[in-house]
């Protein structure tokens, strides 16, 4: 394979209820500090659920100031600030490159912007249709956060929104991945974002069962319990996490420091329930060996996954057994975590988010934990690494990400050679 094909990890930016930044949110979760705590964002008396996980920072390092920010939809905000960092982080200076016309962002966002569309319609519902923000669209549409980044940097290259539910993230990142491959870009910006904690969101996912519940007696932050016995089911949360991807002929050019290779992307579409996910998980499966072939790797030298690891029975179990179809006797010998143990979930948010983490896992040879693991759920039986972080050096890593509908996207980085 060449240069132009080989795809590298240069740049990391990352907004999470764990943290504001690549370095408080890896910390966090390698001490298995939990983000989750009672909803702040809103009044949630009338609902059924009473935690999330939530971001709180200052958004103007992004470029918004007050008036701004009070327009775009949550999500939009911490696209942004996460996608600068991660381009802050990579060294590359768009004013001097020209049009940056060989330069693609590509952003996933499952819902958009739902705190926006819930709040305009009260207004329209108290106002009437006079009163109605005409930004309503351009604030918070799957494709906002892109185009946001891109006018940030004058990045006149392909920019786009992908919708496919909780897989989002990673379904941008991959189809970043393939543009740069098929030589239609040289940088790629790319990842996932998402602001769900809404009143509107957070009713409607309880209302389908799939949140766990806390009436205010107890640690919240010992509710998200993937893969244990114990779990009531997934904690909501908002979040972004962006990466920054180059062909390694034009990251060696500038003398980029490189922290890794994405060296294969997965997808399949399960085609068999509108929220559950294909109880046998051959689809994650197919998604899973589609990676590792194209990452041209030995499943033998993937070290670590990143799982999806909903704390839900159905994923929990679905993906356990997926493992161990594609791993056979090598998964019991990886590591196996899920770090929505500590951030919740954060829908197109914890691809991105998921993705910085595996490239921190490579480049510092630390394992994140699954904290609140404490009775083994004996469906549920391989290395989630319990509670503790731990030292390991990695040769490849897996990010697992799976969405409502049936989507399956699946990474493999893998060190850099």
């Not at 962006?242 to 390694?248: D, G, K, P, R």
């Not at 630390?366 to 083994?376: D, G, H, K, L």
């Not at 050096?393 to 850099?416: C, E, P, Q, W, Y």
Request: glycine share 12%; net charge negative; aromatic share 6%.
């Amino acid at each position: 394979m060449t240069d132009e094909q080989r795809i590298v990890v240069t740049g990391l930016g990352a907004v999470a209820p764990t943290g504001y930044g690549v370095a408080e949110n890896w910390d966090s979760v390698i001490n298995g500090r939990s983000g989750i705590g009672p909803i702040t964002l809103f009044d949630s008396t009338e609902n059924k659920v009473h935690i999330a996980g939530e971001c709180h920072y200052d958004p103007t390092p992004g470029g918004f100031n007050e008036r701004d920010a009070a327009r775009y939809d949550r999500s939009v905000l911490h696209a942004v600030n996460a996608g600068m960092e991660a381009v802050r982080d990579s060294g590359l200076d768009f004013a001097s490159r020209g049009d940056n016309h060989d330069v693609c962002i590509i952003m996933g966002s499952g819902i958009g912007g739902i705190d926006n569309i819930q709040k305009t319609c009260q207004v329209m519902l108290e106002k009437g249709p006079g009163r109605v923000t005409p930004f309503l669209v351009p604030s918070g549409t799957a494709d906002v956060g892109a185009h946001t980044i891109a006018m940030r940097y004058g990045i006149h290259g392909f920019t786009c929104g992908v919708a496919t539910a909780c897989a989002s993230g990673n379904d941008a990142i991959s189809t970043a991945f393939l543009r740069l491959r098929a030589g239609f870009e040289k940088i790629a910006i790319c990842g996932g974002s998402e602001a769900p904690v809404c009143k509107l969101s957070i009713a409607t996912f309880a209302n389908m069962r799939a949140l766990s519940s806390w009436d205010g007696e107890g640690d919240p932050t010992r509710v998200s319990r993937p893969f244990d016995r114990n779990r009531s089911g997934f904690v909501i949360s908002e979040g972004a996490g962006v990466i920054v991807l180059e062909t390694l002929a034009h990251a060696k050019a500038r003398g980029a420091r490189i922290y890794c290779e994405l060296g294969g992307v997965g997808q399949s579409t399960d085609a068999y329930h509108v929220t559950a996910p294909e109880p046998t998980g051959s689809f994650v499966s197919l998604a899973m060996r589609q990676a590792i072939e194209r990452a041209e790797v030995d499943p033998n030298t993937v070290d670590y996954i990143n799982a999806h690891g909903t704390s839900t029975h159905h994923n929990d179990v679905m993906e356990t057994n997926a493992i161990k179809t594609v791993f056979g006797e090598h998964a019991r010998e990886l590591c196996v975590s899920s770090t929505k143990s500590m951030t919740g979930h954060c829908v197109a948010g914890c691809g991105g988010i998921e993705a910085v983490f595996c490239v921190k896992a490579i480049e510092t040879g630390i394992v994140p934990p699954t904290i609140n693991y404490e009775e083994p759920d004996p469906e549920c039986d391989l290395d989630y690494v319990p509670n503790k972080a731990r030292e390991l050096k990695i040769r490849a890593a897996m990010s697992d990400t799976f969405g409502f509908g049936g989507h399956n996207a699946v990474l493999l980085f893998k060190r850099f050679e």
